[in-house]
């Protein structure tokens, strides 16, 4: 006898085990589920999370795909969805659904130069992937992560991104918008370390995976592109609002794109010329 298989519209009750505050506005949970088994997910997918009574919102999940024990997920505060997730204190509730959407395609990758470009609060829907191929160290030839933030204190995850930094095999490049008194890193975009990033690797031998706001995702494939990485080898997560989130209601729609399914992960060389049209 095989069971039916769950309604991927009808949320999961799990409950919030941990609350962390990232920075003003930024709170990253710890969920375990209440009735359900814990979902598997792959690095880059996310979830419908569904504060009760207010509505649902898709958040990446960022936490180790190799931790069983609990889903996380950083959310930043801009609506009245996210402010109401992200201010869930350990033991209330919320509904999930998912895993939804294509992951980076990282075990694809192996004897290649992994590099990971993060903007702002892009860096979490790369932990996952950063955190796998960590774990998976010996099946590239290296790895580096380029970080970038508005403000030194805008950089997500910085303990834990310092104790990436000192791990044998990973180089990790920081930039920041504008500098504080503190700040003895980079200052300017993320653009500006692509060169050092790339070093002294053959470009045609770098999968790169990048996240952030439209307009910097959009500047680092293309110089990445121009460097000499392949564009079917540059990987973006693009977002839009969505709702359904599996394929039927349209509201992802990015031209012959559905992002909830066909995406969020989707190659640089599908959507280049996309990327490029204003407003779409
Ligand atoms: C695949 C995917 C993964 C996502 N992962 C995350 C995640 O890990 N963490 C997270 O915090 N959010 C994530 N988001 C974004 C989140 O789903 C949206 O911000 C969502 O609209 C929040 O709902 P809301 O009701 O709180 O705000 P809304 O009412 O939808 O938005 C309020 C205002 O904020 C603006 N706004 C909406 N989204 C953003 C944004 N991303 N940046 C800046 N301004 C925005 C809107 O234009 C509007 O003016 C993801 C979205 C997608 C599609
Ligand atoms: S959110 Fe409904 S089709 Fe993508």
Redesign the pocket.
């Known amino acids: 006898m095989t069971l039916p298989l769950p309604d991927p519209m009808l949320p999961m009750r799990f409950r919030v085990v941990e609350r962390f505050d990232e920075q003003p506005g930024?709170a990253s949970l710890a969920l375990v589920p209440v009735e359900d088994a814990m979902p598997l997910f792959r690095p880059g997918q996310?979830n419908m999370l569904y504060a009760f009574g207010i509505?649902e919102?898709?958040?990446?999940i960022?936490g180790d795909p190799h931790e069983h024990g609990w889903m996380v997920?950083?959310?930043?505060?801009?609506?009245?969805?996210?402010?109401a997730l992200a201010r869930i204190h350990p033991g209330g509730m919320l509904g999930l659904r998912g895993p939804f959407?294509a992951h980076w395609p990282l075990r694809r990758q192996s004897g290649r130069h992994l590099l990971f470009v993060a903007g702002g609060?892009g860096l979490?829907?790369l932990r996952p992937a950063i955190l796998q191929a960590l774990r998976e160290k010996t099946r590239y030839a290296s790895l580096t992560l380029v970080c970038g933030a508005r403000a030194p204190e805008q950089m997500l995850y910085r303990d834990e991104v310092d104790g990436w930094a000192r791990q044998p095999g990973m180089d990790v490049l920081r930039i920041v918008d504008h500098a504080n008194a503190g700040w003895t890193g980079r200052v300017g975009v993320v653009t500006t370390l692509l060169g050092a990033a790339l070093g002294p690797h053959d470009p045609e031998s770098v999968s790169a995976f990048v996240c952030g706001p439209e307009i910097m995702m959009r500047f680092t494939a293309r110089d990445l592109a121009i460097a000499g990485v392949p564009g079917g080898r540059i990987w973006l997560?693009l977002?839009?609002?969505?709702k359904c989130a599996i394929g039927r209601c349209g509201r992802?729609q990015w031209g012959p794109d559905f992002?909830?399914r066909d995406?969020?992960v989707l190659p640089y060389d599908r959507v280049a010329r996309r990327l490029a049209i204003k407003e779409l």
Not at 239 to 242: I, P, S, V
């Open positions: 930024v996310f509505g919102a898709a958040i990446s960022s997920h950083t959310i930043r505060e801009v609506g009245a969805v996210s402010r959407g609060l979490a829907p997560s977002e839009r609002n969505m992802c992002l909830c995406g969020p």
